[in-house]
T-cell receptor, first 116, second 114 residues
Framework: GAGVSQSPSNKVTEKGKDVELRCDPISGHTALYWYRQRLGQGLEFLIYFQGNSAPDKSGLPSDRFSAERTGESVSTLTIQRTQQEDSAVYLC??????????????FGEGSRLTVL | KQEVTQIPAALSVPEGENLVLNCSFTDSAIYNLQWFRQDPGKGLTSLLLIQSSQREQTSGRLNASLDKSSGRSTLYIAASQPGDSATYLCAVRRSGGSNYKLTFGKGTLLTVNP
């Protein structure tokens, strides 16, 4: 696609429910990132995918969070048993692999999650 | 551990002023530095990217400079307009084996008053 696409743009859920957020990166971008941005805070790294390599999951805050990516395409971020502190904007970004490329990062519009 | 600091945290200027936003980083082993803007409730929009071997990049009224040895970058905005009001973030990508890692500053909230 022309840009990074995220869905849903807004999600309101009840505490304890599971949610799934989707990211469709720019076509041909092998690198994909998930970040979390709480209200008034900076970006918090969650997870990184690069092609078929093992992802860097070091930023996932708890085992309630998981993410998958099929090859170099769509990624889903799943939050199980949501808590109120999970309320945030979840941002996805993609880039070409660094080295021969600039590594410029492109972001989607984010998925705003509100846990009641 | 890389730390990125942006000063000031907030800035308010009248329309038409030229202004400078600052970004400093503690580890000079970087691959590149990227400036973004973020409008309220939106994602980040890439403005300029400077590779570690470059000194500056320009796009329209924006000019970003990089002094890697001193760990500093500046974003210069000429003839500011109310539409420039947003939060501006800088991010550095580390060099070396884990060059996918980026560190973001907390941003500068810019308000341009008509």
């Amino acid at each position: 696609g022309a840009g990074v696409s995220q869905s849903p743009s807004n999600k309101v859920t009840e505490k304890g429910k599971d949610v799934e957020l989707r990211c469709d990166p720019i076509s041909g971008h092998t690198a994909l990132y998930w970040y979390r941005q709480r209200l008034g805070q900076g970006l918090e790294f969650l997870i990184y995918f690069q092609g078929n390599s093992a992802p860097d999951k070091s930023g996932l805050p708890s085992d309630r969070f998981s993410a998958e990516r099929t090859g170099e395409s769509v990624s889903t971020l799943t939050i199980q048993r949501t808590q109120q502190e999970d309320s945030a904007v979840y941002l996805c970004a993609s880039s070409l692999r660094t080295g021969a490329n600039t590594g410029e990062l492109f972001f989607g519009e984010g998925s705003r999650l509100t846990v009641l | 551990k890389q730390e990125v600091t942006q000063i000031p945290a907030a800035l308010s200027v009248p329309e038409g002023e030229n202004l400078v936003l600052n970004c400093s980083f503690t580890d000079s082993a970087i691959y590149n530095l990227q400036w973004f803007r973020q409008d309220p409730g939106k994602g980040l929009t890439s403005l300029l990217l400077i590779q570690s071997s470059q000194r500056e990049q320009t796009s329209g009224r924006l000019n970003a400079s990089l002094d890697k040895s001193s760990g500093r970058s500046t974003l210069y905005i000429a003839a500011s307009q109310p539409g420039d009001s947003a939060t501006y973030l800088c991010a550095v990508r580390r060099s070396g084996g884990s060059n996918y890692k980026l560190t973001f500053g907390k941003g500068t909230l810019l308000t341009v008053n008509p």
